[in-house]
T-cell receptor, first 109, second 113 residues
Framework: AQRVTQPEKLLSVFKGAPVELKCNYSYSGSPELFWYVQYSRQRLQLLLRHISRESIKGFTADLNKGETSFHLKKPFAQEEDSAMYYCARGETSGSRLTFGEGTQLTVNP | SQTIHQWPATLVQPVGSPLSLECTVEGTSNPNLYWYRQAAGRGLQLLFYSVGIGQISSEVPQNLSASRPQDRQFILSSKKLLLSDSGFYLC????????????FGEGSWLTVV
């Protein structure tokens, strides 16, 4: 079975500090990796996907196949980044996603 | 544009009572549909997914069932709720033909008492 591991359930940083949310995935097939975010009182939504190679709200994530990681990074955290973040993997063939357990990020003023 | 609606938003049910959570998608045809449960400390757990009318796959053995009576309607049910069924349930959809991006509903809080 596919697995996604987010080792940190809680992560707290100060505003302006760099932040990295870790994600590791089980190695098999041709994975497609995603980060989803859930802000307080909002629905879970897509933040970014690795095939797009884009930066969303200052966040980036690079797929490292050697380390089977897809860590989410932002150089300067903002208070509005406080949210629950989920890493997820699917297959490029179009199967369903497997989610990690999530990391609750708190950015303190 | 596509939208997903899920209801009820909040539900308090006694143990042993039935359950029905409903989800509908608008603005697309033949979507893949999903039911997830979001539990504290356990992340997002896929319960059921469907690639078409009447086609339901169950991911984990449990007290719940799902049905897809129409193309854009997905229903989560139970005949007799257990305390352990309490949680936050999310309906979601994705396009069948173009990648894995999943779009979530607003969720339903179920408390079994």
């Amino acid at each position: 079975a596919q697995r996604v591991t987010q080792p940190e359930k809680l992560l707290s940083v100060f505003k302006g500090a760099p932040v990295e949310l870790k994600c590791n995935y089980s190695y098999s097939g041709s994975p497609e990796l995603f980060w989803y975010v859930q802000y307080s009182r909002q629905r879970l939504q897509l933040l970014l996907r690795h095939i797009s190679r884009e930066s969303i709200k200052g966040f980036t994530a690079d797929l490292n196949k050697g380390e089977t990681s897809f860590h989410l990074k932002k150089p300067f955290a903002q208070e509005e980044d406080s949210a629950m973040y989920y890493c997820a993997r699917g297959e490029t063939s179009g199967s369903r996603l497997t989610f990690g357990e999530g990391t609750q990020l708190t950015v303190n003023p | 544009s596509q939208t997903i609606h899920q209801w009820p938003a909040t539900l308090v049910q006694p143990v042993g009572s039935p359950l029905s959570l409903e989800c509908t998608v608008e603005g697309t045809s033949n979507p893949n549909l999903y039911w997830y449960r979001q539990a504290a400390g356990r992340g997002l757990q896929l319960l059921f997914y469907s690639v078409g009318i009447g086609q339901i796959s169950s991911e984990v053995p449990q007290n719940l069932s799902a049905s897809r009576p129409q193309d854009r309607q997905f229903i989560l049910s139970s005949k007799k709720l257990l305390l352990s069924d309490s949680g936050f349930y999310l309906c979601a959809w994705s396009r069948a033909t173009s990648g894995n991006t999943i779009y979530f509903g607003e969720g339903s809080w179920l408390t079994v008492v």
